[in-house]
């Protein structure tokens, strides 16, 4: 059930860089327990929107707000402190690394008064999560660099997952996976929202974007094209309004 005040809004947002218009007039609103999609051609904008809600670029103008709040994202810690985190392509994951250790990456618990690492509450969590989530690893102990891609994906949504209040950002959260593991990841962003976050996902698949969305927003040029229900439109709609082109 979608509740009825937004998560997050977004405002008149306008990001301007040099003298390029990367994001002009952008405005929605994200809510508890649906999954809105952003799509379009590369250079639309979709990234820079990314990095606008988490903090990483400030808007040039336009108001965000949290919770009805406006809020200041200075830089991703600030985001993050307010319970916004972020999925990338690359996912920010250290192969090197135990999945526990991954789960708890620039966060790790400590005991007093020593200040040791709390491996063992660190793991029971960590287990706790993936268990949950039905994250399909061998063993929290595992290192990263010998999961596939799809566990690593499961890996970096459930970190998500774990820290997130309000809302997560997935760009792109399939791109480099094979038919059986982006049917997995999908069945884990699904799950995201009975756990009553607003998700807003990036993908450049249609076919992905009209299985999990609620709504989907088009991008064009760094132009909001428009914002349509997924159940009350179709991929030939949605197509002409990232071209421009109309059928």
Not at 13 to 34: P, T
């Amino acid at each position: 059930m979608i509740a009825t005040s937004p998560v997050l809004s977004l405002t008149g947002i306008h990001k301007v860089f040099g003298g390029v218009i990367a994001i002009q007039d952008f405005s929605l609103d994200l809510y508890a327990g649906e999954i809105v999609a952003l799509v379009g051609d590369n250079g639309a904008g979709k990234s820079t929107l990314i990095k606008l809600i988490s903090g990483v670029h400030r808007p040039t103008a336009g108001d965000i707000r949290l919770d009805g709040e406006s809020v200041a994202l200075v830089d991703a810690s600030s985001a993050r402190s307010m319970g916004i985190e972020v999925v990338y392509q690359d996912l920010a994951l250290a192969h090197e690394q135990t999945v526990y250790m991954n789960m708890f990456l620039g966060r790790e618990l400590t005991r007093k008064p020593f200040g040791l690492l709390d491996r063992e509450r660190m793991r029971r969590e960590s287990q706790s999560l993936v268990e949950e989530l039905d994250v399909r690893i061998p063993s929290v102990n595992s290192r990263i660099r010998d999961l596939s891609g799809g566990q690593r994906q499961g890996i970096a949504i459930a970190r998500a997952t774990h820290w997130a209040s309000k809302l997560i950002l997935l760009d792109e959260p399939t791109a480099a996976l094979g038919v059986a593991e982006t049917a997995r990841v999908e069945e884990l962003v699904a799950s995201l929202k009975e756990r009553d976050l607003a998700i807003l996902l990036v993908s450049h698949s249609l076919d992905q974007v009209f299985r999990l969305s609620d709504r989907i927003c088009v991008l064009r040029c760094g132009e909001q094209i428009g914002v349509r229900r997924s159940i009350e439109t179709d991929r030939n709609e949605i197509v002409s309004m990232i071209t421009g082109v109309h059928a």
